[in-house]
């Protein structure tokens, strides 16, 4: 057995009733970022150790690929449709590409601190500070985690609407976020990746 698969074997998942569960490249994509994870928030007690978000850009737009994922019990607590910035199409359907560029509407992938909650223009909203070289300009880009109505709750074979470069979300699903995050005593992290 693999090293990958014995750390696999460590981790458990558990089905949303709403959802089905990701595919095994999109579990082991997760699994490895979970595990750097928990080495960040070990080094960095400030930040919230029991539980993180996880974005996985791999995944289509019409699939979940946003995860709320509990570091301390190794469980999927949660998925949903999340979308990508307009600027990261790359016109084939299936690659995308990211930026930390102002004005390019890019996903930016990295680490992000969820931040100070505000109503803005689309409802609530969380601002996101970018905690890497390839997200640092997400305060200066006005990148925020929010949700959108034309985001759908379930999944569907086909892309979903795409933002400017925030991950947004499904209202049902920013409802059941925003609980999670109002609730934690310490900042929540969020990770984009590729």
């Known amino acids: 057995m693999g090293l990958l698969a014995l750390v696999a074997v460590a981790y458990s998942f558990k089905r949303n009733e709403n959802t089905a569960l990701p595919n ?22 400030r930040y919230n150790s029991e539980m993180a978000y996880f974005i996985d850009m791999k ?29 990261s199409e790359t016109g084939n359907g299936v690659d995308l590409k990211f930026s930390n560029t ?4 890019c996903t930016a992938l990295g680490k992000y601190v ?20 390839t997200n640092n ?15 759908p709750y379930s999944e569907q074979s086909q892309p979903i609407v795409n933002s400017l ?19 934690s005593k310490k900042e929540m992290l969020l990770t984009i990746y590729y």
């Open 102 to 105: 102002p004005n390019s509407y």
């Open 24 to 45: 095994e490249d999109t579990k082991e994509r997760l699994l490895t970022q979970v595990k750097t994870m928990k080495a960040y928030v070990a080094s960095h007690p």
């Open 114 to 133: 969820i931040g100070a909650k505000y109503t803005g223009i689309f409802g609530m909203a969380y601002r996101l500070k970018g905690l890497d070289k």
């Open 165 to 183: 470069g925030c991950p947004m979300i499904n209202k049902t699903y920013f409802e059941r976020i925003e609980k999670q995050i109002d609730k």
């Open 59 to 87: 995944v289509m737009s019409g699939k979940n690929r946003f995860f709320c994922y509990d570091l301390k019990k190794n469980v999927l607590l949660d998925q949903g449709l999340v979308a990508h910035g307009s600027g």
């Open 137 to 151: 300009n997400a305060i200066a880009r006005s990148i925020v985690l929010h949700h959108y109505d034309a985001v």
